[in-house]
């Protein structure tokens, strides 16, 4: 045997040919395989691993799936968190997702053969959960539907807007640049704090294409505050569009001064958008709902069909609608006391040198829903050291950071996830 461990190095080919990399060539694809071969051939040729081993390194190295996109679980207490995609799909949706993912009857009427209405199933079902709306549209998510309507609306027109309302949803974007991307002209009325009907009235004119009301929902003003109610703003005449954000289709009472669709609409206003993976606990999308006339119009308008949404989209939004209630609403409404016994059995399952205890703790609805508002939950504390190997198991651990501790908050973790939680503190208690 050669010295040089270079040229023991097995070819590339030879590697490839072990069975499980053919296996994994047809899951995961040749590129993917191929780079998990060449990182253990270099490895051993910086002697890190005996070229005998390449074969053994390249399998371990393989991904886990053909997509970087990996699950994890959200021990964060914030039940929607945008950095982890918002809402978790029900089973349902999921299961929809997958049915439709291959052909499907998106837009086929099976029963005549001619073309069909696109998602006629999806809009059926959301327009059946908000009879007041006279028709419904969905697309991307809301800040499309913002689009959507502001060129069909206010192109080379006003939108009249509180100064108490000019919002930046995250990550720098904002919903009067979004709007004024648009060609519409913004109008800005009343002051941060307070704005009555009456400066809505005074800014209207000729030019005004709709009056827009938008929900804070990621922070709050408090103290002096004044705003116009939905159905004052009704009575002035130009069309009213609500962004109420989180998408609740009807009024909850665990979530007070969240906005909801119907109430929306009864009040008065023409047009409501709102997103779908918020609060509804769907798919990303933007939901429209209101008057007929006014939503045929956004649907026909040309910037429509670049904001529209796959099949896949409808499927999990029907689900969403017509299934079992999905993961969001069951965190929303998880009983303290039942997390606090369910953290308590897990803090039993770990081992002592995990040095951890069953804390109270605070979730919040995050992702731009009910701000300010505290949930009364229950976390697994642990060192704060922690946190890292927890992000670096399988699947990773998303935790909590305060007061120099680690949190795990576990109205957010599914209950049928609780092995895996246990499991990835083992293991992280392991390797610190
Ligand atoms: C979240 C939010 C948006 C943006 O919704 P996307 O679906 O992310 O585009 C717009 N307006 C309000 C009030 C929101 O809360």
Known sequence: MSADPRSRMPRTDAVLADPRLVAAVGTLGKGLVLSAVRSAQERARRSEIPPEDVVEAAVAGLPDSATSLRRVLNATGVVVHTNLGRAPLSAAAVRAMSAAAGNTDVELDLASGLRGTRGKGALSALAAAVPEAGAVHVVNNCASALVLVATAVAQNKEIVISRGELVEIGDGFRIPELLGSTGARMVEVGTTNRTTVSDYRDALGPETGCILKVHPSNFTVRGFTAEAAIHELASLGPPVVADIGSGLLT??????????????????????????????????????????????????HPIARALRVDKLTLAALEATLQGPRPPVREMLEADPTELRARAERLLDQLPDSTKAEVVPSESVVGGGGAPGQVLESAAISVPVALAEPLRHSRPPVVARVEDDRCLLDLRTVDPGDDERLVAALCQAVEEG
């Open 251 to 300: 009024a909850d009472p665990r979530l007070p001064g969240e906005p909801d669709a119907s109430s929306t609409l009864r009040a008065g206003a023409d047009l409501v958008v709102a997103s779908g993976d918020k609060l509804l606990g769907g798919p990303q999308c933007g939901l429209i709902l209101g008057d007929e006339a006014l939503v045929h119009r956004l649907r026909r």
